[in-house]
């Protein structure tokens, strides 16, 4: 037989309850996305706010931004360590009402200042430089504030990770080729067709005819009628000064927030070379087959 609650613990209970459903209604979350506001810390504008996500990627989305967010990203994958990964946020195209820090041990670093409208722009550091603190700036009005960014963890141990985020426009060494070919989201071989600088995005769009697929995890390439090949678009820096041009390149990339980022991008020929001579020396990372 159930006892009866003692006295003054229903209303305690009730209370609890109403907190829960009044916080489920301000905040929302699973593994890898989070989104809340910052209305429920109208009345403690110095609140401090835990996030914990456990994802590869995913996004943040904090409306009426008020005191700060403490974000604690985990990859999804067991690993004695993070020391590998490289985390990279790229802010929504409106976000706006806090400073984004790089945070530790107490001390803070800005990442991405509040109002800072580069186009596209891609922020990357080592996940063990720190975790992301969310600091909202103050305001007159919150009403039309929103703070967001997606994020991906990525791993800096593969040659065509480490190339797209730490140094674009570097051209890549044989062993970084080499690996690359083996690790990258797509490997095609092809010509550029067009080039389309995009100033405002900072960005160049590169057409490409690639008439061998070795590799693709998203289908940036898509077949066309045309003697069996395919066709594709690539982004790259704008700064990297890319140009259209004559002969065979083997193009290299990874997905980065849903776009192909151009990786690794020797002449055809020249990998080739590489790949002999690895294969030779018994050195190649893996088999692909260069002809």
Known sequence: MLSAPAPGLLPLLLGLLLLCRGGA??????LCNWKG???????????VEQV???CSEGSIKWMYPTGALIVNLR???????????TVCIKPFKDSTGANIYLEKTGELKLLVRDGDRSPNKVYCFGYDQGGLFIEATPQQDISRKITGFQYELINKGTASDLHTVSAPCRPCSDTEVLLAVCTSDFV?????QDVTN?????ESVIGISANKLYRQKSKVFQPTEENGSWRGQIKTPLECGVRPGDGDFLFTGRMQFGEARLGCAPRFKDFQRMYKEAKDKGLNPCEIGPD
Do not use: F
């Open 188 to 192: 095609v071989r092809g010509s550029i």
């Open 75 to 85: 990859p999804n994958t067991l690993s004695a360590s993070y020391k590998h990964l």
């Open 52 to 54: 914990y996500l456990r």
């Open 198 to 202: 995009e100033a405002q995005q900072q």
């Open 37 to 47: 506001s910052g209305l429920t810390h109208e009345s403690h504008k110095k609140d």
């Open 25 to 30: 209604g301000q905040y929302s979350s699973d």
